[in-house]
């Protein structure tokens, strides 16, 4: 599934990739998702709903907790986590766990950043305790690999709709 | 059943080629095990297990007719699932596009700089 260069797909038994082109060099992309002040301005969640909570220790070891309240009703949704790997300017893994979380267990998420021609490849890969708590997130049918399922469920409406 | 688990029903029930194709056969119109079991190089008890998921995930309805029992598509749950799909990856690119717009501000500021340092240089 692509909309601009974002893709978003499932990866053998417990994983999910994210990935997405951006028009800079990677250090820039890596500093975007290590300092909480680039970081609050881009990941505010859901429209109408706005990061309140954005502390971040990145080093080794390091927590993190992100929190994010909903202007119209003041509903909050809060994660936490802990940096495993923090290699500037290409590599950053991370656990998230979230507060009312709708899959068992943690996940790890690690961020690999690849330069070209002064632009960056995100592939961010998330990494699930199972397959049920994978599918909980994407509830992805893709076990043969790049957005085929999904291509399959286009196929499939689009037969519907003709 | 609730909404994810009636998600989750759904994509378990998608998760397999010959159900996803079994689907896109009922795309174009009803028709009995037989019919369906056809094309696949598969029994008709096969063929039955994988229409009794696509059943309990409520992709497919099967007609009352004791003999035949046609089997057709149910288009709701289809299009539950790709509205979910389409809100995660559409969640992901809104967070992406506020991204990109920081990105040239950072690059902005970087250029400046690097000419402030070029011109001290001089």
């Known amino acids: 599934m692509t909309t601009g260069t974002l ?3 499932a990866q053998g038994e417990r994983e999910l990739v994210i990935t997405r082109e951006f028009d800079a060099p990677r250090h820039l992309v890596f500093e975007a998702f290590t300092r909480p002040e680039h970081l609050r301005r881009w990941l505010g969640g859901l429209p109408g709903w706005e990061m309140v909570v954005c502390d971040m220790d990145v080093r080794v070891g390091g927590k993190y907790r992100w929190m994010w ?22 590599r950053l893994v991370s656990t998230e766990k979230f507060d009312e979380s709708w899959y068992p267990g943690t996940a790890v998420g690690t961020i690999v950043l690849t330069e070209r021609g002064g632009r960056t490849t995100l592939t961010q890969t998330m990494l699930y305790d199972s397959r049920e708590a994978r599918d909980a997130v994407m509830a992805s049918p893709m076990e043969e690999g790049v957005g085929v399922s999904y291509d399959r469920l286009e196929e499939v409406l689009r037969d519907l709709a003709g | 059943m609730n909404a994810a688990r009636h998600l989750d029903a759904t994509f ?41 998921v696509l059943e309990r995930a409520g992709l497919i309805t099967r007609g009352r007719d004791a003999q035949r029992r046609p089997c057709r598509i149910e288009a709701r749950p289809l299009a539950e699932a790709n509205d979910w799909l389409e809100g995660y990856r559409q969640f992901w690119e809104g967070q992406f596009q506020r991204l990109d717009a920081l990105l040239d501000e950072l690059k902005a500021r970087e250029t400046k700089s690097g000419r402030t340092k070029k011109g001290t240089r001089r």
């Open chain 1, 7 to 9: 893709k978003v797909f």
């Open chain 1, 69 to 90: 309240k909903s202007l119209e009703d003041g509903l909050s949704m809060g994660m936490s986590g802990e940096y495993r790997e923090v290699s500037p300017p290409d």
């Open chain 2, 12 to 52: 378990a029930a998608l998760a397999d080629p010959t159900r996803r194709a079994i689907l896109a056969r009922l795309a174009s119109g009803e028709a009995s095990v037989n019919e369906l079991a056809k094309p696949f190089a598969m029994s008709q008890p096969a063929i039955s297990k994988h229409l009794k």
